[in-house]
């Protein structure tokens, strides 16, 4: 007779372990409180180059960073089923994999909002760069970052009009649309909800991607997010010795 639990209901308690090393302890050891930078907006908006100039940066200054980029985080964690099928077989990957369907979309925004908060609980500045265009996805993202109260989310809004975005077009993903070969495409077939109150709103059609990543930067100093790094953390390392 099997073991397994006949159905999710059945499985036993998940109770939540935890660690014995505190985030105050991580944040003495790097010199930073752990947080979620949250770039949003639309296709073309740059994103993905804004972040890329942070984290740049982040490095020059010695502070330990992690990027979650939108398309590549769509080829593991929330891998579509045309890459998991090959893999897996096509009833798993019909389960898990995850396509670009309201639905899907919010699966794919609840799973990074995760993996963000674990990257923040390590004392990372972790960075993400999604569309994510539902304002309740990215509320609910925030929700889990900040629940325990020792970490901070950062929503920026990297706003540029359409039709500059349309005119970058760097995958030729709005012609498609406009064809109709991509379905649920935001700004074209789907609707992107514009954050209301963003800690930053970053026009991308002005300004290089350095000038705005410096922005950002100025906001986590002036949020006290980089602390002096903790001699005493560092000792302790050395302490059997």
Known sequence: MSSEPSSKNDAPKVVWHTGSVSPKERSGLLGQVGCVVWFTGLSGSGKSTIANALDQMLLR????????????????????PNILKPIYGEPFSERFGLGFSP????????????????????????????????????????????????????????DAPLEVCEARDPKGLYRQAR????????????????????????????????????????????????????SDARCALGSGS
């Open 61 to 80: 200054h010695s502070r330990p960073s992690l990027l979650l980029d939108g398309d590549n985080i769509r080829h593991g964690l929330c891998a579509t």
């Open 103 to 158: 639905q899907d979309r919010e699966e794919n925004i609840r799973r990074i909002g995760q993996v963000a908060y674990l990257m923040a609980s390590a004392g990372l500045i972790c960075l993400s760069a999604f569309v994510s265009p539902y304002r309740k996805d990215r509320d609910r993202v925030k929700s889990i970052v900040e629940q325990s109260g020792q970490f901070r989310f950062f929503e920026v809004f990297v």
């Open 179 to 230: 064809e109709g070969k991509i379905p649920f495409f935001t700004g074209i077939s789907d609707p992107y909800e514009p954050p209301e109150d963003p800690a930053l709103r970053l026009d991308s059609s002005l300004d290089s991607p350095e000038h705005h990543a410096q922005t950002v930067m100025d906001l986590l100093s002036k949020e006290n997010l980089f602390l002096d790094r903790s």
